[in-house]
T-cell receptor, first 114, second 115 residues
């Protein structure tokens, strides 16, 4: 079974631009979560989607948004990029939102903002 | 609110020696506890979890962890460390009684196994 796939793996943007990151969960998984990882702040929860609905949201500004499609694939968007948005963005999936199991992570999308 | 503490930023151990990476947690209810490992420029890989039952949990690559409810701890252990175990380790917690809660991760502990 294929794992969680994130694209692109690496990207460079400049301040003020916007970026869209994509995540394809493990087949059959309906819950997708997004995390931001930086050396200073560690792993911070962005949001979780289940059945195309946002279930949880972390403490990030409105420039960070996401969505989930009917096939469970998810995208997150960051508008008006700032230098501090440079980070590794991780997507994780699990079968359902109430599942007691672990999160399965993708390899991440490393965003550099210049 | 849930929280996870990993009191050591860095742990150094010689190859062949036992290793321990510490984790303490705080949840309002009963916890689900997890350990993940991250290698450079990679995502997080699941090592093991505690849901219920035996306090000693065995996981991947020879790792194990001991759940201690009274001390609210979930320390990761391995009897004999390998150089290839050098990586960043994260402890995570989720509240059993609150399905709506997301996973909360600790700040991570960098493990260096010296040859």
């Amino acid at each position: 079974k294929a794992g969680v796939t994130q694209t692109p793996r690496y990207l460079i943007k400049t301040r003020g631009q916007q970026v869209t990151l994509s995540c394809s969960p493990i087949s059959g998984h309906r819950s997708v979560s997004w995390y931001q990882q930086t050396p200073g702040q560690g792993l911070q929860f962005l949001f979780e989607y289940f059945s195309e609905t946002q279930r949880n949201k972390g403490n990030f500004p409105g420039r960070f948004s996401g969505r989930q499609f009917s096939n469970s694939r998810s995208e997150m968007n960051v508008s008006t990029l700032e230098l501090g948005d440079s980070a590794l963005y991780l997507c994780a999936s699990r079968p359902t939102e109430t599942n007691t199991g672990e999160l399965f992570f993708g390899e991440g999308s490393r965003l550099t903002v210049l | 609110a849930q929280s996870v503490a990993q009191p050591e930023d860095q742990v150094n151990v010689a190859e062949g020696n036992p290793l321990t990476v510490k984790c303490t947690y705080s949840v309002s209810g009963n916890p689900y506890l997890f350990w993940y490992v991250q290698y450079p420029n990679r995502g997080l890989q699941f090592l093991l979890k505690y849901i219920t039952g035996d306090n000693l949990v065995k996981g991947s690559y020879g790792f194990e962890a001991e759940f201690n409810k009274s001390q609210t701890s979930f320390h990761l252990k391995k009897p004999s460390a390998l150089v290839s175990d050098s990586a960043l380790y994260f402890c995570a917690v989720r509240d059993i009684n609150n399905y709506g809660q997301n996973f909360v991760f600790g700040p991570g502990t960098r493990l260096s196994v010296l040859p």
